[in-house]
Nanobody, 123 residues
Framework: EVQLVESGGGLGQAGGSLRLSCAAS????????VAWFRQGPGKERETIAC?????????????YYADSVKGRFTISVDSAKNTLYLQMDSLKPEDAAVYYC???????????WGQGTQVTVSS
């Protein structure tokens, strides 16, 4: 059974940093691609970062970032720990949201979801 568990959310300061983790079980990263999404208050869920790790369409290590986070957020994986990370730097109040990790067959796919972790940013 595929399971994804996020951690690392909480209160960050504008201009500061947070790092989210997503521990995966039931699969290894060479099987599925993984990604981060977020949903802010009153907003639709947004794809913010993806990385190609599975044997899907994109080359291994290919990344995608939404324009809203490009240059500030970094997605990475530690295959030995089966953990996905999202390093968030230069936080902005508009980054406040529930952040979800997901795994899927396709690049930026989301066949399986974590439960989400809340990120709040103080100005």
């Amino acid at each position: 059974e595929v399971q994804l568990v996020e951690s690392g959310g909480g209160l960050g300061q504008a201009g500061g940093s947070l790092r989210l983790s997503c521990a995966a079980s039931g699969f290894t990263f060479d099987k599925y691609n993984v990604a981060w999404f977020r949903q802010g208050p009153g907003k639709e869920r947004e794809t913010i970062a993806c990385i190609s790790t599975g044997d899907g369409a994109a080359h291994y290590g290919t990344t995608y970032y939404a324009d809203s986070v490009k240059g500030r957020f970094t997605i990475s994986v530690d295959s030995a720990k089966n953990t996905l990370y999202l390093q968030m730097d230069s936080l902005k109040p508009e980054d406040a949201a529930v952040y979800y990790c997901a795994a899927g067959w396709a690049f930026c796919g989301s066949d399986w979801w974590g439960q989400g972790t809340q990120v709040t940013v103080s100005s």
